[in-house]
């Protein structure tokens, strides 16, 4: 976590590269990082949220480059793989019927909407996001990609709040 004040003065390529672990849309990470300096923290996430409104299909599949499935906690000692496995690390990785149930449930997702189940999973227990994967397995397309991106945009402030604070 770095101070406002500090991410305020950082070196534009600095600010980018602290922010891009956030959420892998460079164009939100590069105007976030230009729109400095912010007054205060509010200001900070009113920007970042504001810059999410245009986000579309195009973006959801950008960003899911960098986000694992539900159940398959990434291994690697990027930021990204870290911030993944803290965000699912209420889902109980030695249960094995509910991993059998999320595989399950997650390649029915993929066969339906051709792309990775996206969910804010901090907070989340397994089974709670496996109730929300099969009611989202009842959605249109259309009311889907609006869900996948409200939980982009969830998962993504989260981070941002985990970055940057006082
Ligand atoms: C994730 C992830 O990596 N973090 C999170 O909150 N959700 N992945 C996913 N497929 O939903």
Known sequence: MIALSHFNL?????????????????????????????ADLSALHHAARELTQTWGRAELEQALSAHPRIGEKPTGA????????????????????????????????????GRVFLIR???????????ALAQRLTLSDAEETARALGELRDITLLRLEGTIGQ
């Open 10 to 38: 950082l070196a534009e390529d600095a600010a980018r590269a602290l922010l891009q672990p956030c959420v892998a849309i460079p164009a939100w990470t590069q105007a976030l990082a230009a729109g400095r300096p912010y």
């Open 78 to 113: 990027q930021r990204h793989a870290a911030l993944s496995r803290q965000e699912q690390a209420s889902v109980n990785a030695d249960d094995v019927a509910l991993a059998q149930a999320l595989k399950a449930a997650n390649a029915r997702y993929e066969a339906r909407f």
């Open 121 to 131: 999973a901090k907070g989340r227990s397994g089974e709670e996001i496996l109730q």
